[in-house]
């Protein structure tokens, strides 16, 4: 275990260590489920037109329903990232990354990123699921 999150991060033997995400993790306790969240505000007004504004504010959704049920950033054990355009993601990493390291810390679950031809919000571009799991005390 890190001191950034409750769970274990597992790494094989000989792997090459993952940058930004791990290949997997062991969590105990009551599990967090949310939808495929979007970027939009609360309120479901678009305040970002661009994937990275998109992104940020998706990440500050999830966070948000997290804290429904008592959980944090670093109770996450993985999020699946939806995008509409895999060169608008690749152009703006650098963004990704900063709005991702100021919203969700330096934690770094089980990730995965799949491009897909549409969302079901016309205006989206990026779409996130997200698993916490919070230890038990």
């Not at 109770?75 to 709005?99: C, M, P, S």
């Amino acid at each position: 275990m890190t001191a950034l999150t409750p769970h274990m991060f597992l790494q094989p033997d000989g792997w090459v260590p993952a940058k930004g995400y791990a290949n997997g993790v062991l969590a105990e306790g009551r599990l967090v489920f949310t939808g495929g969240l979007v970027g939009w505000s609360g309120a479901q007004e678009w305040e970002h037109t661009d994937m990275a504004g998109q992104f940020r504010q998706t990440l500050e959704n999830i966070v948000a329903v997290l804290a429904e049920a008592g959980a944090r950033p670093e109770h996450l054990v993985r999020l699946t990232w939806y995008i509409t355009d895999k060169q608008e993601y690749l152009a703006n990493l650098r963004a990704f990354g900063a709005a991702y390291r100021e919203v969700i810390g330096r934690h770094f679950p089980a990730m995965a990123v799949v491009q897909v031809a549409a969302l079901m919000e016309d205006e989206a571009k990026i779409e996130i699921e997200a698993t916490a799991v919070i230890p038990h005390d």
